[in-house]
């Protein structure tokens, strides 16, 4: 049996109710020796000083906090050495981490796994994320969207911020039910599945849930299949043959497919021609309000560089990791592809390929390919493509690791202005 420490990481967004779940595991631990990481955003930390009120524990006794900032951030350095310190000076079953409201949990669990001190000491049991239902149902409804929906501390859109503490979850707290009714807490409860679909959903008031079923457990498996987003499991389970969308594969662990799910829908769009920067710019800038979530790779004309795209409710990012395989000098072409012998390679355009997920809540499948297909290059495009005077251009980037920002949310106005 191992003598690792169990570690719960626990994300949401600001105001969600994560240190009121904290203090409700620490008041409900029974014989459980919990500590506790905290830290907020703010010049002091506020949290470490509410969470040791409610627990009738002293700062320096039972929490330990770290100095303002992001702790999967900058202050990576400082919570290895706080974790560590923490193994070595005390005695615990069980470690929680709350990250900010404004960081991504992902990194904070990489402390753990990868080879480092803290990997040696703990391990990672579950990721627990818990959510403002109301706000993250707002988050994706499109019109009347409140005031509360903005951008991080770098600019970024919450909306992106909650899909991505979502997508890598074990657990999915919907707090503050008792503010929405149950086709709406029915509806939060769809859309987690579509983004996680191996993610379990709890309802909660006042983020009361039972200390076992988040310290008692070990969810958290980095190499398994089930640890994949709604989107990954999408492309890995769709049938990779032929030009069009291609078929759902069947999912394991006795999971629903969101397609199963009444109201959210999945699939994926796969295609073997290029689109016109142009048109799929204005298609990306003006996706139907029902899309909540859409990745993939996409083919753009005229670029030699695999478009990335992310797009999480109002935001549509698009990002340019590398050069296409088929655009490189043949002796590295060869190197390529002699290294990876599973490469999906077509005869004429090489690994040029679009692969898009899309995940949305009562989306026509129909006419969003029929609109995507509509932005592919004609075939007189694609002659002009080949004698090199195809002329269009396009937000798209064309420098490796260089990122676009297609779309953004537009700031609901303020009352008192």
Known sequence: MSDAIPVTILSGNLGAGKTTLLNHLLREAGDRDVAVLVNDMGDVNVDADLVADGSELDVDDGVTELS????????????ETAVVRLARD???DHLIVESSGISEPAPVARLFTAESRAAALYDVSSLVTVLDTRLFLDAFAGDGTPERRGTDADGRPLSDLLVDQIEVSNVVLLNKADLCSEAELAEAEE???????DAETIRTEFSAVDPATLLDVDRFDPGAVNEMPGWKQALEGDDHGGDGAGAHGDHHHGHRHPDEVYGVTSFTYRRRRPFHPERLAAFLRDLPDGVVRSKGTLWVAG??????????????????PSPWIASLPEVERDMYRSNRPDLDWHDEHGDRLTEYVVIGTDVDRDAIEAALDDCLVTDAEFEALDDGSFDADGPFPNEPGAEAVIREPTPAPNPGE
């Open 191 to 197: 859309l987690v599945l579509a983004l996680r679909p």
């Open 90 to 92: 005390r005695s615990f």
């Open 303 to 320: 670029n030699d560089h695999r478009q990335v795209v992310g797009q999480a409710g109002p935001s549509v990012r698009v990002e340019a």
């Open 68 to 79: 303002n900032g992001c702790i999967c951030c900058e202050l990576q350095d400082d919570l």
